[in-house]
């Protein structure tokens, strides 16, 4: 079946740590990517999203993204995480043959002071 | 701008009745999806709605449905509510495919 897998469910890290979050699809054709984030009692954002171009995309908040055709990977970098990166991220892939989002089933990301 | 407006953000049902939730996209917005998101099976795609035509429809049974009116606001419908229907549904809503959808605050149902 198709979908979107997420490889961390959980994260703990010290503020100043680099983040690395994993996201894998198995979708066929182009897709359009996307990078969610749900801060605590808050609505989805968009972090960053890839529809063309270069594969390295550069989102807000210090966050990047870097697409890799050939392993059908989108995953998630930050250099240094502060305590307000508490949050939780969704991965979205949007085959280019539909018009939904879908979404892995997020990670969930604890920055300790 | 306004951003997604969801209504109304908390609704308590119980099993059998049926609940109507509101959502009313960003101004020129003319899709309107609605998402189902739980602890359990994370955010699932429940449908999509392009000046007021469904265009895609997730894996949900049919008591599950929606409408989008002419000014592209639009109600997603839930007829004899169960249990597991327990969830916060969003709303999400773009330009169209090729473009990033924005999310509302959502509508946490609980069904008791």
């Known amino acids: 079946a198709q979908s979107v897998s997420q490889h961390n469910h959980h994260v703990i890290l010290s503020e100043a740590a680099s983040l690395e979050l994993g996201c894998n699809y198995s979708?066929?054709?182009?897709?359009?990517l996307f990078w969610y984030v749900q801060y605590p009692g808050q609505h989805l954002q968009l972090l960053l999203k890839?529809?063309?171009?270069?594969?390295l995309v550069k989102g807000i908040k210090g966050f990047e993204a870097e697409f890799i055709k050939s392993k059908f990977s989108f995953n998630l970098r930050k250099p240094s995480v502060q305590w307000s990166d508490t949050a939780e991220y969704f991965c979205?892939?949007?085959?280019?043959?539909?018009?939904?989002?879908?979404f892995g089933k997020g990670t969930s990301l604890l920055v300790t002071p | 701008k306004a951003g997604v407006t969801q209504t109304p953000r908390y609704l308590i049902k119980t099993r059998g009745q049926q609940v109507t939730l509101s959502c009313s996209p960003i101004?020129?917005?003319?899709?309107v999806s609605w998402y189902q998101q739980t602890p359990g099976q994370g955010l699932q795609f429940l449908f999509e709605?392009?000046?007021?035509?469904?265009?895609n429809k997730g894996n949900f049974p049919g008591r599950f449905s929606g409408r989008q009116f002419s000014n592209s606001r639009s109600e997603m419908n839930v007829s004899t509510l169960e249990l597991g229907d327990s969830a916060l549904y969003l709303c999400?809503?773009?330009?169209?495919?090729?473009?990033?959808?924005?999310f509302g605050q959502g509508t946490r149902l609980t069904v008791v």
């Open positions: 101004s020129g917005h003319r899709s």
């Open positions: 709605y392009f000046s007021e035509t469904q265009r």
């Open positions: 979205a892939v949007n085959p280019n043959s539909g018009y939904a989002l879908n």
């Open positions: 979708y066929g054709g182009t897709v359009n």
């Open positions: 999400a809503s773009s330009l169209g495919r090729d473009h990033e959808a924005f």
């Open positions: 890839y529809f063309s171009g270069d594969p």
